[in-house]
């Protein structure tokens, strides 16, 4: 990272960030993109980060928010990816390219990633917490307008990051009863509780997930392992 956005932040992130580039073998790329400064739960903009096997670039607002909590936040994909080995789900290389659902499953890598990222970042950062409380609040609050098709695999994720991340969150009510409404709720538990079990392991989270929603096309993606030294690779769902 270069050394202006590193002295921005505390002691603790910077080691992180040290440690992951090392891992990593790559260094981290802020680059300053004025279509960051929209959105965001603060109304200060947001980070994001783009993974590839030879390159990370963490995009930020230009107009100063750099905050400690979001920048471990996308460090800490960046050190599942890079340095723990974790795949992340993907387009197969064999499928034509489709941007929809490339980014479909992008989102849903997103959401399996988050239940076990946020814990840490939450522990590190308390102040993360009204963050994740406006973003669960946000997307239950948009649960009705989910389609039919859809609505078992939306309330599956969001109910299990409630109950592993937020348990006393006030979305968990909104939550609860909108699975209710749709008897969707013993669903919900059990997926929840399976999650947990296999959280170890993103190969077990990922067949949890084809296993529990058939209809997602299993073959039309892939288990995607990227490293700077070996490059990009992928290997069948299993």
């Known amino acids: 990272m270069q050394s202006e956005y590193l002295a921005r932040l505390s002691k603790p992130v910077q080691q992180l960030v040290l440690e992951v580039e090392e891992g990593a073998g790559v260094e981290i790329n802020v680059i300053l993109d004025p279509k960051q400064n929209e959105g965001g739960t603060t109304g200060e903009g947001k980070l994001a980060v783009v993974i590839s096997a030879q390159s990370i670039q963490l995009f930020a607002p230009t107009n100063g928010y750099f905050p ?3 920048v471990r936040h996308e460090v800490l994909h960046v050190r599942r990816f890079h340095v723990d080995g974790v795949p992340k789900l993907a387009l197969a290389d064999s499928e034509k390219w489709d941007k929809g659902f490339s980014d479909a499953l992008g989102e849903l890598d ?6 076990v ?5 939450l522990q590190f950062h308390s102040d993360r917490r009204k ?6 609040q ?4 948009t649960l009705p307008n989910a389609p039919e098709v859809e609505r078992p695999l939306a309330v599956c994720l969001h109910w299990t990051f409630l109950r592993h991340v937020l348990p006393d969150s006030p979305a968990v009510e909104i939550a609860r009863s909108f699975a209710k409404k749709h008897a969707l709720l013993e669903l919900a538990d059990d997926f929840a509780d399976r999650f947990k079990a296999v959280a170890a ?3 077990e989270l990922v067949r949890l997930l084809f ?4 209809e997602i096309p299993k073959n039309r993606a892939a288990l995607e392992y990227i490293n700077s030294m070996t490059g990009t690779c992928q290997k069948p769902i299993p």
């Open 68 to 70: 400690d909590g979001a």
């Open 110 to 115: 997103n959401a399996i990633e988050h239940v």
């Open 117 to 121: 990222i946020v814990p840490e970042e």
């Open 131 to 136: 963050h994740w409380e406006t973003v669960m």
């Open 138 to 141: 946000d997307v239950c609050s």
């Open 201 to 203: 392991s993103k190969e």
């Open 211 to 214: 296993h529990t929603f058939p």
